[in-house]
């Protein structure tokens, strides 16, 4: 998505060792025009599909996943990083190891919110090592809901996590695919 690549490379800040920070407009401060283009283009890659449910983790992935649901007319489910008194204990389960925060969260979704029969559309804003779509994907299994497609914002394609997802089956979408990154000078090369 040009789109998406051009306002990379205009507020994309790249941090060693393998950082790129998109916090101004993708995910701390939000630029809605942006986003709702996205969702957009999410719906033109998974029309026909018969998605059902569009999933994600907090926090990141909830404003693209959103404007993707609404363009698709399904419900939006993000995965919760941590039980409160409010969700019961009838939850789908995962772990996930965060690469951005260094950290292990245990995911969980409500068995109320996804069930067999649910046709799966999993967003995220980056892909890197594929934790956080490898928990979800648990989560739909476990569920007995399918797995219809993956849409990421940002896959840093010289990380494994798009490869290995590939190769276990599964549709990726990916808006942007940075081959390579440059700590140093900032440079940033997409994948053509």
């Known amino acids: 998505m040009k789109l998406l690549e ?12 393998d ?7 993708l ?13 957009r283009e999410f719906k033109r890659l998974f029309e026909g599909e018969g998605i059902t449910k569009v999933i994600t983790v907090e926090a990141s992935g909830i404003a693209i996943a959103i404007e993707a649901a609404a363009e698709m007319g399904v419900p939006l489910v993000f995965a919760k990083k941590s039980r409160s008194r409010n969700i019961a204990n009838d939850v789908w389960t995962a772990k996930v190891f965060s690469f ?11 068995k109320q919110y996804l069930s067999q029969g649910d046709r799966v559309l999993i967003i995220d804003d980056f892909l890197a090592n594929g934790e956080a779509v ?3 994907v648990s989560l739909c299994e476990q569920a007995g809901a399918e797995v219809k497609g993956v849409g990421i914002a940002i896959e840093k394609g010289f990380q494994p996590g798009g490869k290995e997802l590939r190769e276990k089956g599964f549709r990726i979408e990916s808006l942007a695919i940075i081959e390579s990154m440059n700590g140093e000078t900032g440079e940033i090369v997409f994948r053509s």
Request: no cysteine.
């Open 6 to 17: 051009e306002r990379i490379r205009k507020d994309g800040v790249v941090k060693p060792p």
């Open 19 to 25: 950082i790129l920070k998109v916090d101004s407009f």
């Open 27 to 39: 995910n701390h401060q939000i630029d809605p025009i942006l986003i709702r283009e996205m969702g």
């Open 100 to 110: 951005t925060h260094g950290n292990t969260n245990d995911i969980v979704i409500s």
């Open 134 to 136: 490898r928990g979800l």
